[in-house]
């Protein structure tokens, strides 16, 4: 169990450069803000945490439960990217740690890198590109087509998929799509039942999947070899979903015509760093260093949207789009002086007993909610009187508590 109570000062840990527009957001709210530049170790994190009660990652910041473990106040965790497997989330709800990423916002920078590289490809750009900084003069037509009346296979039709199906049907091309996911086909795109049936007929496969751990190695090489003879491939979902091993050699023999890349089972953890790939040196593949997102309008909007939703949590205990919370926000009642925000144990009569311990000790509640999401429970409640300590302190000792805060009941611009 923990205890914020509405008088400690916030600090908040940004690693791995998110926007600084984040920066503004946690000054504007008051928030304390310490960088640093690129990711950080197992034991380097948790010193640094010393202190800390919100921290912001991006993709190569790994947050494990040894961490939950030794930093206990530790409240809140910005992903400012799309992925969040790299946080131990079953240990972040344990210890009633709020995760919040931001799923939607470089949806469009993932989406024209896949178009351009899909033009790239088709025109072999890549390899007249290195022959004539070596030098050599090679203009013709063999081989290079146009993408208007080409086959888009679109493997994973989440947000991405689906805007790059419409601007991939701009450009002419035909598209069809396969999910596990029941998913509602957008302009002319086409649902195929099987992943097979998808692979025979596209000219271009892109991955848009998740990072479930179970899609690892999901396009192997059975994958590989169903797919049409002279096609490509384009991955900028997530790097453990392809065997690149296959992959390189699907791509040697000629039976796909050329891949672009953008993430790798190993990557770097910063720049600089030395990477090493089977892809490297086939002048057939484009190979980026995980850039889909990284565009300055991304960036931006990632910085703003996921330092917005800590501050919101923090400020007024809004769990709104958090990954591992019950998504709540109440609105401030109009004669609410406190808010209580309690993580607990999802157990029969949790708020029966809350709201009795409010109610023997003379704490009046002006508003309410909850909710409930596997074995925790969220509720937030906002109280018109006084608040005794030994409210707090009873609900402190629950054993059925695992999180509980304290703050000035919020206004109705959330501060």
């Known amino acids: 169990m923990a205890l914020a109570c509405k008088d400690i000062s916030m600090n908040v ?217 002279g096609s490509y491939l384009i991955n900028l979902s997530r790097g453990f979903v392809v065997d690149v091993d296959a992959l390189a050699q699907a791509l040697a023999s000629g039976h796909l015509a050329g891949a672009a890349v953008d993430v790798f089972p190993s990557e770097p953890q910063q720049n600089g760093e030395t990477f090493q790939s089977v892809l490297a040196g086939l002048d057939n593949v484009i190979l980026t260093p995980h850039i889909g997102g990284s565009t300055e309008e991304a960036q931006y909007d990632i910085g703003r949207f996921v330092s917005q939703k800590i501050v919101t949590y923090e400020r007024a205990a809004s769990s709104d789009m958090s990954v591992n919370l019950p998504n709540l926000s109440l609105p401030p009642a109009s004669e609410a002086r406190y808010r209580v925000a309690y993580i607990h144990q999802n157990s029969p009569g949790a708020l029966a007993r809350l709201n009795r311990t409010f109610a023997d000790r003379g704490a009046n509640i002006e508003g309410q909610i909850l909710g409930t999401q596997g074995e925790v429970g969220y509720v937030i409640t906002d109280i018109s009187s006084e608040l005794p300590i030994e409210v707090i302190s009873e609900i402190s000792d629950s054993p059925e508590t695992i999180r509980l805060k304290v703050l000035s009941c919020p206004t109705e611009e959330g501060n």
């Open 13 to 229: 840990l940004l690693l791995e450069n998110p926007h600084e527009v984040a920066d503004e957001i946690f000054r504007d709210a008051s928030f304390t803000v310490e960088r640093y530049a690129g990711a950080l170790s197992e034991n380097d994190l948790i010193r640094a945490l010393d202190g800390v009660d919100a921290l912001g990652i991006r993709s190569k910041t790994q947050v494990s439960g040894r961490v939950f473990d030794q930093c206990p106040r530790l409240g809140v965790i910005g992903a400012f990217c799309i992925g969040t497997n790299q946080i131990d989330l079953k240990s972040a709800i344990k210890r009633g740690v709020a995760v919040f990423n931001a799923p939607y916002s470089n949806t469009r920078s993932v989406v024209e890198l896949a178009i351009c590289q899909i033009i790239a490809l088709s025109r072999h750009l890549p390899t007249k590109n290195q022959l004539l900084h070596r030098g050599s003069w090679q203009k013709t037509a063999t081989g290079a087509r146009e993408v208007r009346g080409k086959t888009l296979g679109i493997v994973g039709y989440g947000h991405i998929g689906m805007q790059l199906s419409v601007l991939a049907e701009a450009l002419g091309m035909r598209v069809v799509f396969y999910d596990v996911a029941e998913r509602l086909a957008v302009g002319n795109a086409k649902r195929v039942n099987t992943l097979e049936a998808l692979l025979r007929q596209s000219d271009f496969v892109s991955l848009h999947v998740d990072g479930n751990p179970k899609n690892r190695n999901f396009f192997d090489a059975t994958a590989i070899a169903a797919m049409k003879p």
